[in-house]
Structure formats: C-alpha cells, structure tokens
C-alpha cells in the first residue's frame, strides 16, 4: 500500500502550484506520527515527535505538500529501519526574520541500514534504490525521495543527508516558512497584497559585496528567492539568457563600475523578448536627489528606492508594480 501511495504521490508531486492555507505545523506532525506509528509499532521501532524548539507553530503554508513532505522521510525512514531501531522527527523554529517569515528545521534521524557515498548522490532520482527487493528483503517504489526533493524544490528550501551503511541515516530540510499574525482586519488587504509575493524570484544588482550579502539576507527573510549579480553588464547577460520564469523582478543600484544601473535598465529594455525587456526595475540606491529618481524614470525604471531597505516601503512597492504589471507581457 505505501508503495502505491508513493507512485500516486509521484504523479501528483507534478503540480508545482504552491497552495497557502493557515495551518499549524505541531498538528500536522502529530497526525504524521498517529498515522506511522503502527508501521512503526509493527517492527518495535521507537518512533518519536520532537516540536518543543519550535516558537509559532500557526504558519501560511501547502498543508497538503508539508504532510506529503515529512510523511515520505518518516515512513521511509521508519522502511529502512530494522527491528527495535529508532526514528526520531525533529521540527525546530532557527531564526525568525521581519516580516513575520521564520526558518523552520525538520531532521528525520533513524538508526537504518544507511546509504552509501556513492549512492547518495542518486538518491533523489526516480526509482533508484541501493540495494533492490530481493537482496535487501525490504519492498519500496523508489520514488519516496524523488517527491521529498520535487517539494522541498518548489517551496525553495533545501534537503541535505548525512549516512553511512550500517549507522543510519538523518535528513535535515530546512524551509522559509510564513508566519500567521492575526492582523487587524483593516490590514487584511495588505496581508494578502504580501503574501503573494512569497517566492517570487528577484535579480538583485550590486557591487558592494557586504550591501549584497545583507540585502540577500534581508530579502530571502521576506520570502524571495535571490539571485545575484555584481554590476549592470553582469545583470544584462543574466536577462538575455533568461527564461520567462528565471525572474520577476529586479532590483537595481545605480552607481556601479563596467556599467552602472541606469545603462542597465536602458539595454535591458531593449532587448528582443518580451518577457525580459518587460521586467519590472526598481533603483536601490543611496542616491536619493530628485534628480536621480527622475534620471532613474527615463531609463526605464518603475521606481526609486534608498537605501537602507525600507522593508514595508519595498513590500507595499514590489506588490504595488506586480499587481500592475498583471496580465502584461
């Protein structure tokens, strides 16, 4: 039966549609360990949920994929485990960022057969097993892994295992999850204005290294997926090799060496698709003058910001200029 339930999944896992709904990620682990536990029970296998490092458990998240997410490495864990091992779920809250986006850890640790160097590295290719039913007398699709890391992708997390054969495996994901704040209802407009933005892909442009590893910082704790680059010429080639969904949006300094930000919006909007010279451009700059916002307009930007981010003024413009663009080419 898991072995059908994982081929449907793998079917399904397809879907790369993130779906966000309020739910509460202590009830969703517990309904993981009600459901596994009698796998679990049947081999002796001590199976246990640990969520006490977790602050806010109340979160906007794919209840369906989260579930499907921690099932899959439980019950895969829970398979490849002998008579009277352990399997031990962790779920720890690592780092909350403004606003109101944490860092979630969930470790799925099991005192298993293990997986080999080598084979870790096809670990998440579909059907692939180390060993097969008749050597290893453990039945098993192949694909349990292949969705974990189909998931753990759309949600733009990331998934790392540490194992050797005979000593057990642990598989530790971690993931940028929204919080829930239970605004004020006259805010509620602007909650769902800012939710939409959770994983759009920026292209952020700067030749301070120190500027662009603290915007990154500051802008993947808002949710966005970060690309980089370090000056304007740099940025122009990333969109003529771009595809539509590469990026959303790029966010621009202006006084950078080999070409400076204004140079770069203009040849940006005249490249031939229209999906890359269409991209919104937003200055970031600490040039703040009327005349560098005006300088930043008729080069074909769409706003003006200064540094440092302004982190509500940068939300409410991205979601304002998005919103706009809806439905343009």
Not at 177 to 187: D, E, I, M, V
């Amino acid at each position: 039966m898991i072995e059908k339930v994982l081929e449907i999944s793998w079917s399904e896992s397809n879907d790369t549609r993130i779906t966000e709904t309020e739910c509460n990620l202590s009830d969703i682990l517990q309904d993981i360990h009600e459901n596994l536990q009698p796998q679990a029970e049947e081999k002796n296998i001590a199976f246990s949920v640990d969520s006490a490092g977790m602050t806010h458990s109340d979160i906007f998240g794919d209840q369906d994929k989260l579930r499907q997410l921690l099932t899959n490495l439980a019950a895969n864990a829970i398979t490849y485990t002998e008579n009277d091992g352990t399997v031990e779920i962790t779920a720890e809250e690592v780092e909350k960022f403004p606003n109101n986006f944490a860092v979630y850890q969930f470790i799925v640790k099991d005192t298993g057969i293990g997986i080999s160097k080598d084979f870790q590295k096809h670990i998440y290719e579909p059907f692939e097993r180390e060993k097969n039913t008749t050597f290893s007398g453990i039945h098993g699709s192949g694909l349990g892994l292949t969705i974990v890391k189909s998931i753990v992708d759309m949600m733009g997390g990331t998934i790392q295992i540490e194992s050797s054969p005979g000593k057990g495996s642990t598989f530790t994901v971690i993931l940028r999850l929204r919080l829930q704040t239970h605004p004020l209802s006259s805010a509620n407009h602007t909650e769902d204005a800012f939710s939409s933005l959770l994983n759009k892909k920026i292209l952020l442009v700067d030749d301070n290294m120190a500027n662009l590893e603290i915007e990154t910082e500051i802008l993947q704790g808002m949710g966005f997926l970060v690309e980089t680059a370090i000056n304007g010429q740099i940025a122009v080639e990333k969109m003529e090799l771009a595809a539509p969904e590469d990026f959303d949006l790029i966010l621009m300094d202006i006084q950078m060496p080999v070409m400076n930000g204004w140079e770069a919006a203009r040849a940006i909007r005249k490249l031939p698709d229209p999906s890359a010279s269409h991209i919104p451009i937003i200055a970031l700059s600490a040039d703040a003058f009327d005349s560098d916002k005006q300088m930043s307009k008729e080069s074909g930007m769409d706003a003006h910001l200064t540094k440092p981010i302004d982190i509500p003024l940068i939300l409410e413009t991205i979601a304002r200029i998005l919103q706009s663009r809806k439905g343009t080419v």
